[in-house]
């Protein structure tokens, strides 16, 4: 049995990743800086974790996979090295299965490729074409991020940070959009698109693109590729498409849904938003393209609840309802407030933690103005992540920037500072969203214990 090791098992992909291979047979280990729930429950499932970076971890490993957080200079990778095992990073791991299990189906984009991915999932699997799935987000139907299946299609979530999915091998891609992220990675807009069309070059001949119609970033990308091209959106001409968008209660919306122009009933799901109308769609083009009836598709989307962190509804209290969301670009901001405001009739509380100094940096206009659909705008401190501090951005910073546009903007820093200014200033028939991909969940948490 083939012993592979995991350096930083804690992280999204490689605890997903550990989990796959676990299931296919493989003897499995890792560490990580620090414990956490994730870690726990890898442990549950009888995989050994060390706590901190050692070199002695790796021994007897066939194989150590790295993520690009922990870095090649990490002691257990220079430790593997060493002693000649063979070392890979996480995104060649992924895909190496992808190429083990059979056909590929990478979902990528700026924005909402977790939930695309996760509708797309679940469609197949109700579809019964048994698919392994892995997922950035945490999905309650597959108690977890990763699912193994026993047919060919593994369908997974593709990310351009540091250009990792040009390591994959995929049959199928699936682009909802193209904008300027990472720019501590991506100099510019136009280093992204280039990034996304090597992807489109991983394709075979026979192989399949589909992508968002509306972003004319990724409609151009069908230009490119040679193979068979599916487009989806709001405009008629493309392959599925809707119209006469609709909010329905309680929080979900629903669409007329046309394929080649041909009326093919209602679209209706319980989450809310425009944006989910497109990942939607994006998982319905998939489905049926492999095969699974429409009508199994639209079931099963109008039943999906969401992805953990994604317009997460946390609970509520004394009237107030606290939701969770994953936002972290100008662009997933203004998305996910238009969605609370169409859907919500009392006062919107944004509660934003900016994540990276880099992105806060060289997006701060296109922040300070995203929040528009917001009441009141409550800003954390930025929260750091893989980056230092080099003290030439704040959200005081973005406070006051943001303040040109917004009414209502208060800087408060700390989290312990944010959680007392909320308990005494929310009221009943408020709506909070905590918002940001770093810890600022813990403060409507934290609400939702006090009651």
């Not at 940096?361 to 992540?385: M, N, P, R, S, T």
């Not at 200014?421 to 969940?441: F, Q, S, V, Y």
Request: aromatic content about 8%; overall charge negative.
């Amino acid at each position: 049995m083939k012993h592979l090791h995991f350096v930083g098992i804690g992280g999204a992909r490689l605890r997903g990743l550990a989990k796959l291979y676990q299931d296919r047979g493989y003897r499995i280990s890792g560490s990580d800086w620090q414990d956490s729930r994730e870690i726990e429950s890898l442990r549950k499932r009888g995989i050994p974790i060390s706590i901190g970076h050692s070199p002695e971890n790796v021994i007897g490993a066939d194989l150590v996979v790295y993520t690009n957080a922990v870095g090649n200079e990490n002691p257990e990778v220079l430790e593997a090295k060493r002693l000649g095992i063979p070392t890979m990073e996480g995104a060649e791991l992924l895909g190496r299965l992808m190429d083990e299990v059979g056909q590929g189906i990478a979902i990528a984009g700026t924005h909402g490729k977790t939930t695309t991915t996760a509708m797309t999932s679940m469609v197949l699997i109700e579809g019964g074409l048994d698919p392994t799935v892995f997922i950035g987000g945490e999905l309650s139907a597959l108690g977890g991020n990763h699912r193994t299946g026993k047919s060919p299609y593994m369908v997974v979530e593709a990310c351009e940070f540091k250009k990792s999915f040009l390591k994959f091998r995929p049959k199928i891609e699936l682009i909802t959009n193209i904008d300027w992220d990472h720019p501590d990675c991506f100099p510019s807009l136009e280093d992204v698109v280039q990034t996304f069309r090597d992807f489109v070059d991983l394709l075979p001949a026979d192989g399949m693109l589909a992508v968002w119609g509306d972003d004319p970033r990724a409609l151009e990308l069908t230009r490119y590729y040679t193979g068979k091209t599916l487009t989806f959106g709001y405009q008629e001409h493309f392959d599925w498409s809707v119209r006469g968008i609709r909010p329905v209660s309680p929080l979900g919306i629903a669409a007329e849904l046309f394929y080649r122009g041909k009326p093919q009933g209602e679209l209706v799901l319980k989450v809310p938003g425009k944006h989910n109308i497109q990942n939607a769609l994006g998982a319905l083009t998939i489905g049926t393209e492999l095969g699974v009836d429409l009508p199994v598709a639209l079931k099963t989307l109008a039943e999906f609840t969401g992805v953990k962190k994604r317009f997460e509804i946390k609970g509520e209290y004394d009237g107030i309802v606290v939701v969770d969301d994953y936002a972290h670009h100008p662009a997933a901001i203004r998305l996910t407030l238009d969605a609370a405001r169409k859907a919500f009739k009392g006062r919107i509380w944004c509660a934003f933690q900016p994540h990276l100094f880099s992105r806060t940096k060289y997006l701060l206009h296109e922040f300070a103005q995203a929040f528009g659909d917001a009441d009141v705008v409550v800003l954390a401190d930025i929260y750091a992540a893989r980056e230092v501090d080099t003290k030439d951005v704040s959200s005081a910073d973005l406070a006051a920037e943001a303040g040109k546009y917004h009414p209502d903007v208060r800087y408060l820093g700390d989290f312990e500072t944010i959680y007392h200014h909320l308990r005494d200033n929310l009221k009943p028939g408020d709506l909070l969203i905590t918002m940001g991909a770093g810890d600022i969940w813990k403060v409507g948490e934290r609400l939702l214990q006090s009651h």
